[in-house]
């Protein structure tokens, strides 16, 4: 399965920009770049998904390099609600009984200051 | 909306016991999954159907096995529990691809003693 990479936290204060970096310079050419987030004592909560052009929603901004090895999730204002830990994935592209598989990595750790 | 259910929400076993963690989604889906999450680490994840009647061993298969019953219910079985398996296990389900979202239950806490 290719591998994500992401700083194990970061910070910031409300209602300014956060920028979470993803890398994955293994990634396939099949292979969609999600992003979970994972509240307090919550189950994960999709946020976006792309496979080569930028994406937008009501929750965040998915920016993708050229070549696909690394990502950007852009989360606009950051509230208090915001502080979770976001997940970088590659969902397997590839056939047969892995198709579809979603592997979590480690994460990273979004505090938000007032 | 149901979405993803999974009972129970929370569990003590005693080491050797067995039990099965239930999971049932209504959102017709196609692809379902169990995982695993320690405490301060990421999840893990069990196995893996990627359709009915099918299963796939995900990182951490050893001491769990699984019966996709239908297409609404994927159940987690534990034959002989461990210490080692205490957790939070989580349930989600998708539709097939991997141009979908996953939807995730809100997690058994389970205590092996």
Request: proline content about 4%.
């Amino acid at each position: 399965d290719a591998k994500t990479t992401q700083p194990n936290s970061m910070e910031s204060n409300e209602e300014e920009p956060v920028h979470l970096p993803c890398n994955h310079s293994t990634i396939s050419g099949t292979d969609y770049i999600h992003w979970y987030r994972q509240l307090p004592s919550q189950g994960p909560e999709y946020v976006i998904h792309g496979l080569t052009s930028n994406v937008n929603n009501r929750m965040a901004s998915l920016a993708i390099a050229e070549d696909r090895k690394s990502s950007t999730l852009i989360l606009h204002r950051a509230t208090l609600r915001d502080a979770a830990v976001y997940y970088c994935i590659l969902r397997d592209g590839t056939g047969g009984t892995s198709y579809g598989k979603l592997t979590f990595g480690q994460g990273t750790i979004l505090t938000v200051h007032p | 909306n149901a979405g993803v259910t999974q009972t129970p929400k929370f569990q003590v076993l005693k080491t050797g016991q067995s039990m099965t963690l239930q999971c049932a989604q209504d959102m017709n889906h196609n692809s379902m999954y169990w995982y695993r999450q320690d405490p301060g680490m990421g999840l893990r994840l069990i196995y893996y159907s990627a359709s009915e009647g099918t299963t796939d061993k995900g990182e951490v298969p050893n001491g769990y096995n699984v019966s996709r019953l239908n297409k609404r219910e994927f159940s987690l079985r534990l034959e002989s529990a461990a210490p080692s398996q205490t957790s939070v296990y989580f349930c989600a389900s998708s539709v097939r691809g991997v141009n979908t979202e996953a939807f995730f239950g809100q997690g058994t806490r389970l205590t092996v003693v």
